[in-house]
Nanobody
């Protein structure tokens, strides 16, 4: 049974930083693509950052490039999202999601993600 559990969300002022973490169980971090997605109130879910199985292949939404960094810790079976220079438009529920199969594309599209966490709220004011 795969579980992805996010943590680290909270309220922060614009310009501040937060680090989100995703703890995986029943799933091995580093085998397939894992990503962070977010959904603001009244908006569609969007991809924020993804990291491939190799750990070196990452991709970011244009809106967060240069401010967010995704990383994986295979020893702890976790994925992190370091978020700096936060803006009010970064507000939303942040989800960790993972591919089930390595053959699935590693993209920012939510479609290819089979496993999802319940999310952690980020509020930037």
């Amino acid at each position: 049974h795969v579980q992805l559990v996010e943590s680290g969300g909270g309220s922060v002022q614009a310009g501040g930083s937060l680090t989100l973490s995703c703890a995986a169980s029943g799933y091995t971090i580093g085998r397939n693509c894992v990503g962070w997605f977010r959904q603001a109130a009244g908006k569609a879910r969007e991809g924020v950052a993804i990291i491939g199985s190799g750990g070196d292949d990452t991709a970011y939404a244009d809106s967060v490039k240069g401010r967010f960094t995704i990383s994986q810790d295979k020893a702890k079976n976790m994925v992190h999202l370091q978020m700096n220079s936060l803006k009010p438009e970064d507000t939303g529920m942040y989800y960790c999601a993972a591919n089930k199969y390595p053959s699935f594309p590693c993209t920012l599209e939510p479609t290819w993600k089979d496993y999802w966490g319940k999310g952690t709220q980020v509020t930037v004011s």
